[in-house]
């Protein structure tokens, strides 16, 4: 392997860790600096930290392998998912910053969910953070999935390390420079690297598409749409709705549903620098999610004519860009596009393991072990639950044959259905009560958990697959309604604060 790449590599980890030093002795004095960064990002960084916190490796490996093995009918999971951070950054954005610092001044989503409803604020802190910490293991263990298979494709022969494979090497790698800047700084860490990471990644998908259109071996788009038109398998692969049917094209654009019930993202929102800042940061925020987005498809589809001008025989689509990176550019760029792929799966995973760390302190430590912890004993206890989630994260992503795409699938549909129609409507109705809400999560995210494991998800009925997100946010919206109009009783909830 050249020099090169491990020379782009390298600058980028020193880089990853050179922040995690700053924001260690600019922000990591108290919770509030630890947890929300002080709640004073600027509307750039929140935009580009909530973007490149969602957009995990599926970005540059789950979308682009989806679009690859399918073609443009996969586009439709980037439309929906656009369309609901847009309708995420209008109704929850404001109100959820301005929210969370008059309830108390909440540094996490349960602590948000408990002061709106004193009543059933143990539960409702108690529920949620289990839901958090089961989720994000699964979702962060597909950020290690996606670390592994970048190092076990592209050094493949060239870097085994006591007795790892190239796999394991790349999650232990991963998680390891994850780990170091994410306990050391917090979120303001986590949310400058995000910010960072988020121009490498919006970058090389401009980059990438270009040169496989036009650089050796490309074509152009003349031969490019030619040799597309002529796949006979999937047919209509240039048509975004050949063979597709209502219930796979639902199953695609509700992905968009899950963004209002991210912990990982919505936590952006309560850490802007106020509620005046949030139209620049969601203008900021979208025209980059729109850029990357056409730049992930463009991967997979013209990525699917350069294999097949050039007799590639890949096994596993979702390393399309990997491999397109190793054969098309200098070993320099080479490193930086593999820095852009490390940087969405860090900036995901970073930003999951501090919500669950979150969690796993404000709603579980001082809620049950010590309620009189100090600032400092709390962050502490903030760095080991960091630790503890990313190596249980990195147990159950052992496995190399696991599905980027479908580990993130999973995950996002049991947090879009368990917190999402919550949040809305904690939000914007004054007659949701403590009840209502808690019904609201366990229905949600027992429908996901039982839905998956029946199979639905990929069979329904006798027909194609029904994607969970889909009952579970039904269900979840709907035991809220029902559960809420039974409890309207006093104490239920604290009056919603006027926006």
Not at 161 to 183: A, D, K, N, P
Not at 369 to 379: F, G, I, Q, T
Request: glycine share 12%; with cysteine.
């Amino acid at each position: 392997m050249a020099v090169g790449v491990w020379v782009s590599l390298a600058v980028y980890f020193l880089l990853m860790l050179g922040i995690g030093i700053y924001a260690w002795r600019k922000a990591t004095s108290s919770s509030e600096g630890y947890l929300l960064g002080g709640r004073g990002l600027s509307p750039a960084v929140a935009a580009l930290s909530a973007g490149a916190s969602d957009m995990s490796g599926w970005l540059l490996l789950g979308l682009p392998g989806a679009l690859f093995v399918t073609g443009l009918s996969a586009s439709w999971i980037g439309i929906g998912l656009w369309c609901g951070a847009l309708v995420n950054w209008i109704i929850v954005a404001p109100r959820l910053r301005e929210q969370t610092e008059r309830y108390d001044n909440a540094l996490t989503i349960p602590a948000f969910l408990s002061s709106r409803f004193p009543s059933r604020a143990l539960a409702l802190r108690t529920v949620s953070a289990v839901i958090i910490v089961v989720f994000f293991v699964v979702y962060t263990a597909s950020g290690l999935v996606a670390g592994g298979k970048l190092f076990e494709t592209a050094f493949q022969g060239l870097f085994n390390f006591g007795g790892l494979s190239e796999y394991q090497t790349g999650i232990w790698l991963t998680l390891i420079i994850v780990l170091i800047y994410t306990s050391i700084g917090g979120f303001l860490a986590v949310s400058l690297t995000d910010f960072v990471q988020g121009c490498i990644m919006m970058l090389a998908l401009i980059i990438m598409p270009l040169v496989v259109l036009y650089g050796y071996g490309g074509g152009g788009i003349s031969q490019s749409s030619e040799t597309l038109s002529e796949i006979s398998e999937p047919a209509g692969y240039l048509n975004m709705i050949h063979g597709l049917s209502i219930i796979g094209w639902l199953s695609a654009v509700t992905w968009g549903l899950g963004y209002f019930g991210q912990p990982h993202i919505i936590v952006r929102f309560m850490a802007v620098r106020s509620v005046k800042d949030v139209p620049a940061a969601r203008n900021i925020g979208m025209s980059w999610m729109f850029i990357s987005l056409a730049g992930a498809i463009g991967v997979g589809i013209l990525g699917r004519a350069y294999a097949i001008r050039n007799g590639l025989d890949i096994t596993d689509p979702e390393t399309i860009f990997i491999i397109l990176a190793k054969l098309l550019f200098n070993p320099f760029i080479t490193g930086f596009l593999y820095a852009a792929l490390l940087a969405a799966v860090m900036s995901t995973i970073s930003s999951q393991l501090l919500v669950s760390s979150s969690s796993l302190t404000e709603d579980f430590y001082r809620l049950f072990l010590h309620k009189e912890a100090s600032e400092r004993e709390c962050v502490n206890v903030g760095r080991i639950s960091v630790v503890v989630v990313g190596l249980i994260a990195a147990f159950i992503a052992r496995n190399p044959g696991s599905s980027v795409l479908g580990l993130v699938s999973h995950a996002w549909a049991g947090f879009g259905a368990a917190f999402g129609p919550m949040i809305i409507l904690s939000l914007v109705w004054s007659r949701m009560s403590g009840s209502g809400a808690v019904a609201g999560l366990i229905a949600g995210a027992a429908t996901v958990i039982i839905w998956v494991s029946l199979g639905w998800d990929s069979s329904f009925l006798g027909g194609p697959g029904v994607y969970e997100i889909i009952p579970g946010f039904i269900i979840s919206w709907f035991a809220i309604y029902v559960v809420s109009l039974m409890t309207q009783t006093q104490g239920e909830f604290r009056p919603l604060q006027a926006n």
